[in-house]
Every structure is written in structure tokens, then in C-alpha cells.
């Protein structure tokens, strides 16, 4: 599709869509540049400059002083990312596995039920979900955060898998089962170290799912249990004092830098991940 | 004692009334290749799952080697299979390929390094034992998955359309040498196939199939000419057998059909009919391309059919002539020598001795 | 021996030998199980437990004493519930519809061989990647009343001019809506870019030869031929809209007042900051209603379609 200008010479049209193309760029980068711009300035230049003018002197402060305010958080937000990603990751690893290749009565069934889990307004489950935590002990804890965010992102993590085993042929299973493997052998052995690919996808997806949470976090956990988002949120909306926005624009860049440090490294099974969460098989 | 012995095998998928497979009964003995073949959705690959035990079956049983396999599980009923699309492990070198079964049965080390080299050698892949799949041609994957299956000596090796992923000559080639294979080694097979010529070629024993049964179980050379019924006689031999629509009748105490090509209707005597079937009921007449010739002239008393050749297809090796007989387009394979125009009116002898009939309603044969 | 020792003893090794058989049977089933279970009590479970709530007089705990439809009928009668359907009604609608206009923009354009279109796909995504927290607090400081896009531009010459929308109880929604459409357009340029990557070219080809421009090739075969990514953007873009509830409490927190509520904002605070456990219960099922009506008929042809292909 993209053959239709043969003519490779600028044309007029052509540098007008470059233009385009280069000015909606800025655009977009505009809110991120105007976060680091604010966040290195003094609380002063804030007020005297505007969006765009560069920090007078470039300090840290701002940074420091939201580096302390939520570093506790900003840990808690790992504490909980980290086992909410590897145990539903591979919780989803094996159940694709189970549902792709292992096909039985009612799996067909169990699959829609979950497909249906992608798409539910959490909402409809906050209240259940808390009383439930309470009478665990699991209120107001990352632990409580990690068994949450594992239910509800099984859906997810189940989806890639089921969709990225169906393309591997059956053959390779029944060919691996005459030799005499089982189902633990088939997975390690012959299904994982094919899977590399949607392994990235669901650990990217599930660590942007599971860090950029707010609705859970500031449902179930909150004091010293709460993410990082919830923390954010806490320290811009306060109305008491006078607004620090160097202070928050630090804060909020110390929450975005793990995600769209991630998007970097590995924005192709970012996009992936985005688009086959979409596509469903 | 059987080798393998499927005893009224059959299966039904989920509540569908419609059943895969209906009752199959097959014996083959040690050492002997049994081919399934029939169209697709015949059932076939079903059989051959439910004999590997990759799919459950309804009712029945499956005896391997004297003993009842019906619910062991496949890695335990000590079996082989060479697959379609080959399914050779992708991250695995082809050394590992061959190796992984013996490796998951605890052989020891040094055993399952002689047992690669021996069927590497045998397959002629030892320059290959380092490489992945995928850096391989299709027939060397095809023979990595033959390797795969040789190296555990099973009691018993299945092919799932081993051959139908490979272009034409590679295909002629891996035939020759699967039955050569099977010639040195002597393994009880059991192999799959859609194509008819495989069936013919590689086969000691053939079960043609057709909607989850078997329609013919025998040897090529009597399903060839001795064809069960309509569908066997249909689907084996290529080009395919000519079915022409007569009556049968009685002439002077004989049993008769009659055939008009251009000119006259000439009553052809069946030999092999009872004259009390021949009561004017309509019937298929089943007749091979090579079972009929032309002839210049009038030899004896032979009665001929003349008939005007439509097509003439030279194949090299003998050429096909297309005539109409009682409306219907019959082939003739003749030798490439005496070739006769288009247009031209010819005369057919038919070899009487191997004229087959069926109804045409159920296809059954009449004799 | 008795015939009962010789009974034990054959069943005995039997099961010996079908144990591991019947295990291997058992084991997809014993893995799905915990999902299974997770699901079933987790979401089915729970949603009826909210509806039952959503059915009682509950405010700061749970009672079960039934009060019929009664919390539906506050509801409904409720000022701020209203507002914050219609706020959804006009943030969804414009959200969803600037969105695809951006994204299929920007993904034709880009698809027309551009220099470096890797490094402006990157820039056009890197929103999905923030958390709406981050979306709203620099959206909150760059529409900043004041300080904001306000002084820049006052800055740069333009005199008189005002822009204060995110403390005008009849603008505010606009913002979130800049907000949100800046977060998710280039989500839906991507998905477009991937589906017009996926058009056969020779049909492209065979309408140049018939003549046809740029544009009505775009229009008349290219777009149409691209439905099933429109029905998937829309699915997805009107999910990210019902849900949106991070991106006004980091803004807005609904206000001023409750001008900029939306039903996910209204749920949270009357269910846990106002005691309003069955009024917010009986909200989220009404959300959730919004989504089926939604996802059903696109679940329906999803199915339906990949039966018949």
C-alpha cells in the first residue's frame, strides 16, 4: 500500500504532508517537553516564565523534593508490578496452553467467559472485591493490589497466548507426545522456547496495565500501601499550600519514567501488544 | 499373530448424531504397509489419530502387537508418525529432533548417539545433524522427521501424508525411497494418503474409506481390478475408470448390454452375468481407459462399437482418445503408435473378461 | 487366595498402571481450574453480588434488606447522574469521533513513504504509554488558568487572550477531551496504519490504472475495505471512554462542582467517599449495561463471522 507516490522528487504535496506529519510531532511532544521544562525550574520561574521559556538556572529541586515525597510509593508501585506481571504472565502461558492445545468439553465456553473479562467496566466488581480483601486481612496492602491485578489481568495474558499457541500447528504436540512427552514436558520443552515473542507482549502489557493503575490502587490500597498513581494524584490535587508545580511536574515524570522507558526499549511488542489485544482469534 | 488389529472402531465428535468413523475392521500383519486412503473428510486421519491415541475413540478396540491399546496413553503404545507438515521441533537442531524421544524414555547417552548415527546414516542426513529446521529444504525436513520416527524403533510407524508438501519430483523421489525403506527394514506401517497413485504404488494392503467406513480392504492389485463398488472403482486408477449407462438384457440365452457409439447399437455378450439378472434394468458399466482398444478392420467376429474421436491427449508414454458411447464421454488409453485423427469414426473392442457393473442407485457391485 | 483378594489385587495394579493416564487426562483441566474459578467467583460472581447490592438500602456497609428498584429510581432522579451521562455522551461521542478523524489522518499521510516514519510513529504513540494520571497532570498545568497555554500565548503577543475552560463548569469537558484525544489518537493511527499496510496493493494498482485520484482510491476502496479496524477502534475507544475515570480524577475531580463527572467518577465517590454504597452499585450496573449493549452485538458479529470464514 504505501507504493502509490512512484515519484520519489519533493513535490509540493509531498513536503506539505511532511509539514503536516512534523508539526502534529510537536504537538504531541509538547506536553512531555513542557513536564521537563517545569520540573527543572525554581518555583518562582515557574510563575515568571511561561510553558515554553526555559528554566532560568536549571536546579533539581523540584525533582528532589518529589523524589522524597513519593519514593516510598514509587517502590510500592515495583512491589506490586513486578509479581502482578510474572505471576499472570505465566499463569496466562499456561492456561493459553491448556485452552489451545488441550481443547476439552467446555473450553470453548471457559475461553468466552474470559474474553468477556477483557472488556468488563471494573467497576461492577470494586465493592465484592473489597469486602473480599477486608476479610482476607489483604485491605490496604501490595499484596492485595498483586492478587487483583493477577485475577484481572489472566483475561489479558490467557488472550495472547490462547491467539499465539493457535498459529503453532497441533502436529508439533502429537509429534511430542508419541515421543513420549507430557503436558508439563510439551510446554517447557517444545512450547515456551517458542514463545519469546508474546512472553515480551504480555510482560510490557501487563507492566504498563499493572503500573499505570490508579482505579484499584486508590479503591483498595491506600496510606503507605498505595502506587505510585494514587500518590501522584494525592500530591497534585492538594489544595493546601501553595502549588509547587516544578515539584509536580517531577513527580509525574518519576511515575511515567518505567513505562515510557519500556515503550523505548521495546515500543514493537508495545504496539504488538496494543493491536493483538485487539484482534482476537 | 496381528500385528494391528482395529476391531469395530468407531467414533462420534461431541452430541453430533454424524459419526466419524463407523465401525472399521482391519488386520494387518508384522512387517506390512496398510495405506488408508479415500477423499478428504473420509475419515481417514481420524483412524489414524485414534490408532496413534492422539484422539479417544467411541467404542471398539485397538489391539497392537497382541494387546489391547484402546486407553493407553499415545507415548506408551510405542508407536512412530511422520506427519504432513512434518511438526520437527523448531528450536531444537535435527540432532535433538531425532534424539528427544529417546531422551524423554531415559536412554542413556551414549545409546542415543549411536541410534542418530545410525539413522542418520541410513537417511543419509549426518551433514545436517547440527542444523535447525528451518534452515532446512522440504525433502531434508522430510527426512528429519522419518529419522525422528526410525530412531525409536516402535512397533509401529504411522505417515499422515508424509509426501503432499513436496513439488511434484521430490515427491516421486521420497516415494521410491519410503518403499525401499520399507523393503530393507521390514516396519509395520500404517500410512495415509489422498492420493491414489501412493496408494497403488507403496501399499501391500489398501483400505479405501469413504464417510467413516471402509469400502474395500485388500491388496492394490485386487482393489484395481476387482473394485467393491462404484466409489473404489471411481477414486482408484488414473485416468479414471469409464461408467456408461446401459440396460441390461438377454439375447439368445446370453446376458447382453447394448452400446451405440456412431451408428448402429451393438449387443455386447457379459460373460460373467447371470442371464437371470439380465432382466432390462439399468446399470453402470464400468470399463478402464486400457481395457479398451481400436482396431482398423473387422477381426474374427468380435462385435465392435464405432465411435468418433473427439480429443486426443498424446501423454508421452501413451495417449488418451476421447469418444462418446451411449452419451457419455469414454477415455481409451492407447499406445502413442497407433493414434487415430480427430474426427475420424474408430472401432472399439472391449475386453470383455473385465467389464465391471453396478447399480446406479447404490453403486453396489452386480458382478 | 479368596476371589475377592484375587478382585483387590488385580484392581490394584490397574489403577497403578491408569494413574498416570488418567492424570495426563486431568492436568489441562486441573491448570485451568484456578482461572476458572478466579472468573467465575471474581467477575460473574461479583457482578452479581453488585446488582444484589445495587437492590438494597446499603450506605456505608452492606444490608441486605430489599428495596426493589429504589436505588435505580434515585438514580435516575439524581441532578449529578444525569450530568455525568451526559458529559459522557458528549466526551465519548466527540472522544471517539475526533479520534478515528485524527488517526485515520495521520495514518494515511504516514503511509505515503515518509523519511523517518518509525520516529514519528514512536512520538504519535508515546502517550498510550503514560499513565492518565501523567496525561492529567500535564494537562491540568498546561490548561492552568493563568499560567498555562493562557500566559504562553499572552506571552507571544496575542493580547486578550483568555483561555480558563478547565474552571468553566460548561467547558470543562473539553479539556478531558483534549486530554484523553491526545493520549489515544496515535493508538488509533497505528491500528489504521496496520490495517492499510494490509491492503492488497494490485487492487490499489488496478485503480490507478482505471484512472482513479489519490483521494477517491483512499475513499471509495481503501477505507471501506478497512471496516473491521474501524469496529475494533470503536470498540476500544468507546471502553477507554465508559472507563475513564483516572484521567477527571487527576484533572478535574469532577469539578467545578460536578460539571465534568462521568459515571466511573460518580460510582467511586458515592460508594466510597459518600455512603452511598447502593446508589453507586446500582450505577455501576448501569455501566455495565452501557458496555454489553456495546460489546454483545460486536462479540456477535466477531463470532459470527469467523464461523462463516
Known amino acids: ?281 | 499373530m496381528a500385528a494391528l488389529e482395529l476391531k469395530n472402531v468407531r467414533k462420534t465428535y461431541g452430541n453430533a448424531a454424524q459419526e466419524a468413523l463407523k465401525g472399521i475392521n482391519i488386520s494387518i500383519d508384522t512387517g506390512q504397509f496398510l495405506i488408508l486412503v479415500g477423499p478428504s473428510g473420509c475419515g481417514k486421519s481420524t483412524l489414524m489419530n485414534a490408532i496413534a491415541g492422539l484422539e479417544d475413540i467411541s467404542s471398539g478396540a485397538i489391539i497392537l502387537g497382541g494387546e489391547d491399546v484402546t486407553t493407553v496413553e499415545p507415548k506408551d503404545r510405542d508407536i512412530a508418525m511422520v506427519f504432513q507438515s512434518y511438526a520437527l521441533y523448531p528450536t531444537m537442531t535435527v540432532r535433538e529432533n531425532i534424539a528427544f524421544g529417546l531422551k524423554i524414555r531415559k536412554t542413556p547417552a551414549d545409546q542415543i548417539a549411536a541410534e542418530v548415527d545410525r539413522v542418520a546414516k541410513l537417511l543419509q542426513i549426518e551433514h545436517l545433524l547440527e542444523r535447525k529446521p528451518s534452515q532446512l529444504s522440504g525433502g531434508q525436513q522430510q527426512r528429519v522427521a522419518m529419522g525422528r520416527a526410525l530412531a525409536r524403533r516402535p512397533k509401529l510407524y504411522l505417515f499422515d501424508e508424509p509426501l503432499s508438501n513436496l513439488d511434484a519430483k521430490l515427491r516421486v523421489e521420497m516415494r521410491t525411497e519410503i518403499k525401499l525403506m520399507h523393503q530393507r527394514l521390514k516396519t509395520t506401517t500404517v500410512y495415509v494418503t489422498h492420493d491414489q497413485i501412493e496408494a497403488m504404488t507403496l501399499g501391500d494392503r489398501v483400505a479405501v474409506m469413504k464417510d467413516g467406513e471402509v469400502q474395500q480392504f485388500g491388496t492394490p492389485q485386487e482393489i484395481y481390478n476387482n473394485p467393491a463398488n462404484l466409489f473404489v472403482a471411481s477414486f482408484i486408477g488414473s485416468p479414471p475408470m469409464n461408467f456408461i449407462p446401459v440396460a441390461l438384457d438377454q439375447e439368445s440365452g446370453r446376458s447382453v448390454v447394448r452400446l451405440q457409439g456412431q451408428g448402429e447399437r451393438i449387443a455386447i455378450s457379459l460373460p460373467m452375468l447371470q442371464t437371470a439378472l439380465a432382466d432390462g434394468r439399468e446399470a453402470i458399466l464400468g470399463i478402464r481407459p486400457e481395457q479398451i482398444c481400436i482396431r482398423r478392420g473387422q477381426i474374427g467376429d468380435l462385435p465392435l462399437v464405432s465411435a468418433r474421436v473427439q480429443v486426443v491427449e498424446p501423454t508421452g508414454p501413451d495417449t488418451l482418445v476421447y469418444v462418446e458411447v451411449n452419451g457419455v464421454q469414454v477415455c481409451c488409453r492407447l499406445a502413442p503408435v497407433d493414434t487415430p485423427e480427430i474426427g475420424s469414426i474408430v472401432a472399439l473392442e472391449l475386453d470383455v473378461e473385465r467389464l465391471v457393473l453396478f447399480e446406479p442407485a447404490s453403486g453396489a457391485r452386480i458382478a | 487366595m479368596s476371589l475377592s483378594e484375587v478382585q483387590i489385587m488385580r484392581t490394584g495394579t490397574s489403577t497403578s498402571v491408569r494413574k498416570p493416564d488418567r492424570l495426563q487426562k486431568w492436568l489441562p483441566k486441573l491448570v485451568l481450574a484456578p482461572t476458572a474459578v478466579a472468573m467465575i467467583v471474581c467477575l460473574y460472581g461479583y457482578m452479581l453480588w453488585t446488582a444484589v447490592i445495587s437492590l438494597t438500602t446499603s450506605r456505608f456497609m452492606p444490608v441486605y434488606n430489599f428495596a426493589g428498584f429504589a436505588q435505580f429510581e434515585r438514580l435516575l432522579a439524581n441532578d449529578r447522574w444525569i450530568v455525568a451521562c451526559k458529559n459522557l455522551a458528549i466526551f465519548g461521542g466527540m472522544f471517539i469521533l475526533l479520534c478515528l478523524i485524527i488517526g485515520v489522518f495521520f495514518a494515511i499521510l504516514l503511509d505515503q513513504r515518509i523519511r523517518r516514519e518509525g520516529f514519528i510513529r514512536t512520538i504519535y504513540l508515546y502517550p498510550m504509554a503514560l499513565s492518565m494520571i501523567v496525561t492529567g497532570t500535564a494537562w491540568k498545568w498546561l490548561l492552568n488558568p493563568g499560567l498555562g497555554l493562557d500566559k504562553l500565548l499572552r506571552d507571544w503577543g496575542w493580547e486578550g487572550f483568555r483561555f480558563d475552560w478547565l474552571v468553566d463548569t460548561d467547558r470543562v469537558i473539553y479539556c478531558l477531551l483534549i486530554a484523553a484525544i491526545w493520549q489515544a489518537s496515535g493508538f488509533v493511527m497505528a491500528m489504521f496504519l496496520a490495517g492499510l499496510r494490509g491492503v492488497d496493493s494490485a487492487i490499489i494498482r488496478a485503480a490507478q490504472i482505471d484512472g482513479a485520484s489519490l483521494p477517491t482510491i483512499y475513499l471509495r476502496i481503501v477505507l471501506p475495505s478497512l471496516r473491521p479496524v474501524f469496529f475494533s477502534a470503536v470498540m476500544i475507544l468507546s471502553h477507554i471512554a465508559i472507563k475513564s475515570f483516572d484521567l477527571v480524577m487527576a484533572m478535574t475531580a469532577g469539578g467545578p462542582g460536578y460539571s465534568s463527572d462521568l459515571p466511573a467518577v460518580f460510582m467511586y465517590q458515592h460508594t466510597f467517599t459518600r455512603g452511598q454504597m447502593g446508589l453507586g452499585a446500582a450505577s455501576s450496573v448501569l455501566m455495565l449495561g452501557a458496555v454489553l449493549a456495546i460489546l454483545v452485538p460486536y462479540l456477535y458479529s466477531e463470532l459470527r463471522s469467523k464461523r462463516h470464514g
Open chain 1, 1 to 281: 500500500m504505501a507504493d502509490l507516490s512512484r515519484s520519489k522528487r519533493w513535490s509540493f504535496n509531498r513536503i506539505a504532508i511532511h509539514a503536516t506529519l512534523l508539526v502534529a510531532c510537536a504537538v504531541y511532544l509538547v506536553p512531555l517537553i513542557v513536564m521537563l521544562l517545569t520540573s527543572f525550574k525554581t518555583p518562582d520561574d515557574v510563575r515568571t516564565g511561561n510553558l515554553l521559556t526555559l528554566p532560568v538556572d536549571w536546579t533539581l529541586i523540584g525533582w528532589i523534593k518529589a523524589w522524597s515525597t513519593v519514593h516510598e510509593y514509587f517502590w510500592n508501585s515495583f512491589m506490586i508490578t513486578v509479581p502482578a506481571v510474572i505471576i499472570s504472565t505465566f499463569i496466562g502461558a499456561l492456561n493459553g496452553y491448556a485452552l489451545s492445545k488441550w481443547s476439552f468439553k467446555g473450553s470453548n465456553v471457559l475461553f468466552s467467559m474470559l474474553l468477556f473479562g477483557c472488556f468488563i467496566p471494573f467497576q461492577v466488581i470494586l465493592l465484592p472485591m473489597s469486602f473480599t480483601l477486608g476479610k482476607l486481612g489483604l485491605a490496604n496492602t501490595t499484596t492485595g493490589l498483586v492478587l487483583v491485578h493477577v485475577i484481572y489481568g489472566l483475561a489479558f495474558t490467557t488472550l495472547f497466548f490462547r491467539n499465539y499457541y493457535v498459529g503453532i500447528p497441533d502436529a508439533l504436540i502429537k509429534a511430542a507426545r508419541l515421543d513420549g512427552a507430557g503436558f508439563f514436558t510439551i510446554f517447557w520443552k517444545i512450547l515456551l522456547p517458542l514463545s519469546t515473542p508474546i512472553v515480551m507482549v504480555s510482560l510490557i502489557w501487563q507492566f504498563t496495565q499493572v503500573w499505570n493503575d490508579f482505579l484499584f490502587g486508590v479503591v483498595f490500597a491506600s496510606g503507605s500501601a498505595q502506587p505510585i498513581t494514587v500518590a501522584l494524584n494525592n500530591l497534585v490535587n492538594t489544595s493546601t499550600g501553595a502549588k509547587e508545580y516544578n515539584v509536580d511536574m517531577a513527580a509525574a515524570m518519576i511515575a511515567a519514567l518505567p513505562t515510557l522507558l519500556v515503550y523505548i526499549f521495546a515500543g514493537k511488542y508495545f504496539v504488538r501488544g496494543l493491536t493483538s489485544g485487539v484482534v482476537k482469534g
